[in-house]
């Protein structure tokens, strides 16, 4: 389960709390949608990738071939230039321990990924943490954002994220660089903890696919970061493109 640990201010627990009683997260989840993964094909790409970065992750590494795969899955404009080190260093575990930075500071994850990656911008790098540890991390994209952060006054919903999305007139992506990253991603994952605490407390089930059973990744009907983060991902999407949520977009 993840941490229950999530430093967060009064003004916006109770903004989350007022979202989690407006919003059904459940449905959310139930609905989630990008290219081939939905919940009719058990997210089958998904948890491809879950499987394979979470078994590499455990050796504290993942390769640049499993980082394209990320990228691809994405849909990254411009894999062509995608540069990075054969093996990418990235220290999730003491031994058989976390290491002591995820639970404290998330955003330490993209301190040690970005220098050796090329052409991969925040949101991928951020992917490459939550498909290395489903349990921890989610991806922050630009629908997420632009929902809940800065950048989109049209999609804004509620501000919980002092972070800004940017339209260069062909796609969006997070402004880089800004003074919010990267620890306003700290703050993202610490968010979802919340919410997945709030979530698994009132009892509600996360209907998994039951591969990722199989695979030790979940604990049945236990809501994860990574499953929070998808649920907040529909519903971005659907805010921003209604009823287009498989339209690709950062």
């Known amino acids: 389960m993840s941490f ?27 609905n989630y949608s990008w290219e081939e993964d939905t919940q009719g094909s058990n997210f089958k790409n998904i948890v491809n990738l879950e499987v394979e970065l979470f078994e590499s ?21 411009m894999l062509d230039k995608i540069q990075c080190k054969k093996i990418v260093d990235l220290s999730l575990y003491e031994g058989e321990k976390l ?12 301190r040690q990924i970005r220098p050796q990656v090329y052409y991969v911008g925040p949101t991928y790098i951020t992917k490459i943490l939550r498909f290395s540890l489903p349990a921890e991390f989610g991806a922050l994209d630009t629908r997420i954002t632009r929902v809940f952060g800065l950048g989109d006054p049209k999609h804004s919903y509620v501000h919980l994220l002092n972070l800004e999305a940017q339209d260069q ?15 306003e991603y700290s703050t993202f994952i610490f968010i979802l903890r919340y919410m997945v605490q709030k979530l698994n407390q009132q ?33 971005a999407s659907e805010r921003i493109y209604p009823k287009m949520h498989q339209r690709k977009g950062g």
Request: glycine share 6%; with cysteine.
């Open 99 to 110: 290491a002591s930075w995820v639970r404290e500071d998330p955003a330490e994850g993209l």
């Open 203 to 235: 009892g509600i089930k996360c209907p998994h696919p039951q591969i990722l059973y199989d695979h030790g990744l979940r604990t049945p009907g236990v809501w994860e970061c990574a499953d929070v983060e998808m649920a907040l991902f529909s519903f």
């Open 4 to 30: 229950d640990y999530y430093p967060l201010s009064d003004t916006l627990q109770h903004a989350i709390d007022s979202f989690l009683k407006n919003q059904d997260l459940l449905y959310w989840y139930q």
């Open 169 to 183: 007139g062909w796609k969006w992506f997070i402004k880089y660089p800004q003074p919010a990253w990267p620890d």
């Open 57 to 77: 992750a455990k050796h504290n590494r993942v390769s640049c071939e499993q980082v394209m795969n990320v990228a691809k899955w994405g849909g990254h404009p």
